[in-house]
């Protein structure tokens, strides 16, 4: 038994300094090809999604982009732009159906877009689209700013400088 015992430590030990050489042999992964030299981005993301998991999954992901660019030391400058539909998944007053079928992924664009807020990224939500989709421009989550024009407002920040990321 006790040789089992030790066999079995053996070749865990192994294990763990195979692991430890295979992750250590693994290459950096980054991007710092495409970052070299910027110390800051301006960067304005057109969001137009008929889906609030899509829209909740983008989100995250756009969290993690700006997480990822000040890992690599670089200052992010974030305007995201919500136009279309997407903007009924903006709401603090979601409609019942949309709730209903929606709840989980509702709770976490509100989350995310907390959490982007605090990081200082902007978000606008086009007031034409709320008319449209019959969104009252009062629910828009905390953290959003109701602009006149989704449209407008992305030609105002690329003339100010901001890069276009549409997502759709």
Not at 73 to 96: A, H, Q, W
Request: hydrophobic residues 45%; proline residues 4%; aromatic residues 8%.
């Amino acid at each position: 038994m006790q040789n089992r015992a030790h066999a079995w430590a053996a070749r865990l030990f192994a294990s763990l300094i195979l692991m430890t050489g295979l992750a250590q042999a693994e290459p950096t992964i980054n991007d710092s090809a495409a970052l070299n030299g910027v110390k800051a981005t301006k960067s304005v993301f057109l969001i137009d999604f008929t889906n609030p998991r899509k829209t909740a999954f983008y989100l995250d992901i756009i969290r993690g982009t700006h997480e990822g660019l000040v890992r690599q030391g670089v200052t992010p400058n974030m305007v995201l732009v919500f136009i279309g539909e997407t903007v009924r998944y903006l709401s603090t007053k979601p409609d019942d159906t949309l709730e209903l079928e929606f709840g989980d992924d509702l709770k976490s664009i509100a989350e995310t877009a907390k959490i982007l807020g605090q990081k200082g990224v902007r978000m606008e939500v086009c007031a034409i689209a709320n008319r449209v989709f019959k969104v009252d421009n009062d629910t828009i989550l905390p953290q959003m700013e109701v602009v006149g024009d989704g449209f407008i407002s992305l030609i105002g920040w690329q003339t100010q400088g901001h890069k276009l990321v549409p997502i759709f």
